[in-house]
């Protein structure tokens, strides 16, 4: 990928992002929360919820990218003082999404990641926008593109001197309808080999359905996945959003049980051979 400067892995040195304490790149991270916004109960009970499971950060969108424009769009800056609050009681630090370049100044003053939803993956001004805030980027790969397009755009954001990039395999659309998308878990292990930055996954509009929701994210961390961001809802069936596809606190939970000795199994067993190998280059 002959354009790539600065996404490439040019060593086998891999980039680790600083998001208030937590380390992306180190280990596997969880983001979890509601697709968006709703309410002062929602965000803090769900809030409340997920760290108690062992969240690393919050998710909940403030400004939602809709197919039609007459579904709920986002409670907008009522949104980011809700999840500010949320942030003040738990501690989790906020992912949100922006999707317009004239908002990027004064959301990356509540968010401490900026998410670029798969819809705006191309919308360079955006990512310059993004690119020149200095902060931690998530950067969603948009549901029709390679990885070189993708990996392009993370370029976007570097190249204005953030290196702050996070990507996230969301899903591409294929010709299957049972799945929403379909999880190219591929991207993960191919990602890693062809860039330094950390990749993690979305099990939620990936799958579009709960019952695959916990499968495919233990897959996502046996593929080396660095983390992945999850929908969950403390009442999925009253989402104003997304609300086939959110777990309840008591699924992600039991998933977060599961999941969590999986990936220090795997990180264990993982380190092994690197030390034996370094035994023998001694020898
Ligand atoms: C989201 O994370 O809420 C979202 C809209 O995701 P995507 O951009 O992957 O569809
Ligand atoms: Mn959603």
Redesign the pocket.
């Given at each position: 990928m002959k354009n790539l400067k600065l996404a490439a892995r040019e060593t086998p040195d891999r980039t680790t992002v600083s998001v208030d304490g937590v380390e992306v790149g180190r280990g596997f991270i969880v983001i979890a929360g509601p697709?968006?916004v709703e309410s002062e109960d929602q965000i803090m009970e769900t809030a409340r919820a997920v760290k108690a499971a062992g969240a690393d950060m919050l998710?909940g969108?403030a400004f939602?990218?809709r197919t039609s424009p007459y579904a709920f769009q986002g409670m907008g800056l009522d949104g980011l003082k809700l999840l500010e609050q949320a942030k003040n009681e738990t501690g989790l630090p906020i992912v949100t999404?922006v999707v317009d370049p004239r908002d990027v100044s004064w959301v990356a003053e509540f968010a401490d990641v900026l998410?670029?939803?798969?819809?705006?993956m191309q919308n360079f001004s955006l990512l310059k926008e993004v690119g020149r805030t200095g902060k931690p980027v998530l950067l969603?790969?948009g549901?029709y593109s390679t990885l070189e397009e993708w990996l392009n755009c993370a370029e976007y954001i570097l190249s204005e001197g953030n290196p702050n990039v996070i990507l996230?395999e969301?899903?591409i659309r294929t010709f299957e309808n049972y799945t929403r998308?379909t999880l190219d878990l591929s991207a993960v292990p191919a990602i890693k080999e062809l860039s330094h930055l950390p990749i993690i996954i979305?099990p939620?509009?990936?799958t579009g359905r709960v019952s695959l929701i916990a499968p495919m994210s233990m897959a996502a961390v046996a593929a080396g996945a660095d983390g992945m961001?999850i929908?969950v809802h403390n009442n999925p069936e009253v989402a104003l959003?997304?609300a086939d596809q959110a777990l309840t606190p008591e699924r992600f939970e039991n998933l977060m049980k599961r999941l969590r000795p999986l990936a220090s199994y795997l990180a264990e067993s993982v380190s092994e051979p690197a030390v034996s190998r370094r035994g023998k280059n001694e020898a």
């Open positions: 697709c968006s998710r969108g939602k990218p999404e998410q670029i939803g798969t819809r705006n969603k790969r549901m996230c969301r899903g998308n979305d939620t509009h990936s961001i929908e959003c997304d």
